[in-house]
């Protein structure tokens, strides 16, 4: 994970106010669509997730809109196995499941479709923060009947919640005194 631990260590910091506190936010194109990624990065973590996932056991791989997408989309073209997106919007097929998402940063209603009772699905995820997507999306998962082989993210901030399930991640990455910290 040289790469894509070289290219957290050069990502921008940006101050950024929620509740009236002020805290220090690395921007990087695995969590958030800029700067520019480097291909050469996003190989490395699709090899990283396929190393750390059973992908030999999954059906499906499954990716919460918007950040995992791109993640989904790669590890899915290079295993060929389907990805299906966590959606923001609700569509109304049969069986959709309707979830519940809160993190640290934002709360809606995501839409599970295209997963079956029985299914063995791969959830990958840009970051593990707060866990509000990962534990959302893990419950509509199960309440769709499907079996969670692997979960894995590509970043963790902070101290890791406790989710009831375990979560693979490549790197662990914060900011601290201003600079983006490594792990």
Do not use: W
């Not at 994970?1 to 106010?17: D, G, H, Q, T």
């Amino acid at each position: 994970m040289e790469r894509l631990k070289r290219s957290l260590l050069e990502a921008p910091i940006v101050r950024k106010e929620k509740d009236g506190e002020v805290y220090e936010y690395f921007v990087h194109p695995i969590t958030d669509g800029v700067p520019p990624l480097d291909p050469a990065v996003m190989r490395e973590v699709v090899v990283g997730v396929v190393r750390c996932a059973d992908v030999e056991r999954v059906d499906k791989i499954v990716a919460p809109e918007a950040m995992g997408v791109h993640i989904g989309t790669a590890v899915s073209l290079a295993v060929d196995v389907p990805l299906v997106v966590v959606r923001k919007r609700e569509y109304g097929f049969d069986g959709e499941v309707s979830l519940a998402q809160e993190t640290g940063y934002s709360e809606g209603e995501m839409f599970l479709n295209a997963v079956e009772d029985g299914d063995r699905v791969l959830l990958v995820d840009d970051v593990l923060s707060t866990g509000g997507t990962l534990t959302a999306v893990h419950a509509a998962l199960e309440s769709a009947g499907a079996e969670v082989v692997d979960t894995v993210v590509v970043i963790e901030k902070g101290e890791p919640p406790e989710l009831g399930f375990d979560v693979e991640s490549l790197v662990r990455a914060d900011v601290e005194d201003g600079e983006v910290v490594v792990g």
